[in-house]
């Protein structure tokens, strides 16, 4: 016990790195050994939650459509193989002045906006680190709407997409 009468808390150190690996293998042999062994342990617990880690190839499916004044217009195309959607970038160019109303969705999900539509001027508002599930021939679409009653205007969405294999 310590003087203030409360039990002493035990000090506890690591073990010593000092061993096989550390005398015989350079740094960058150790790094690439870590990297490999957990590799293994996130697939074992991939395996043991029923998941899958592999990935395939990533493509970038992008709409960019003028708009009439008045105009409004759903664009979509199907997803071309199995995966996640991971990235979405949707760009307003100056002088839209949060006229052109802009929604995007997976399948029968809306994603950006939940409900709604957003409407901005001279942004490139970027989406990164989403996973959002999309199969094979499911629909990526994207809803705009030009309330501008004289100008034409031209947006973009971007959806980045990467195939999930397994």
């Known amino acids: 016990m310590a003087k203030s009468g409360m039990p002493l808390i035990p000090i506890i150190r690591p073990p010593s790195t000092e061993g096989y690996l550390d005398r015989f293998m350079t740094a960058d042999e150790k790094i690439l050994a870590l990297g490999q062994r957990l590799e293994e342990i996130a697939q074992l617990v991939l395996q043991q939650t029923g998941g899958s880690m592999a990935t395939g190839r990533e493509q970038e499916i992008p709409f960019q459509q003028l ?42 999900r809306r994603v950006l906006p939940e409900s709604g539509f957003v409407a901005l001027n001279d942004a490139t508002p970027v989406f990164d680190g989403l996973s959002i599930p999309a199969g094979q021939g499911e629909q990526l679409w994207v809803e705009l709407a030009n309330t501008d009653a004289l100008n034409n205007h031209t947006i973009t969405v971007t959806f980045t997409i990467r195939e999930v294999i397994g």
């Open 67 to 108: 708009l009439a004044p008045g105009q409004a217009v759903r664009l979509a195309q199907p997803m071309p193989f199995p995966g996640v959607v991971f990235k979405i970038l949707r760009h307003w160019p100056a002088g839209c002045n949060a006229l052109v109303d802009v929604a995007v969705g997976v399948g029968n």
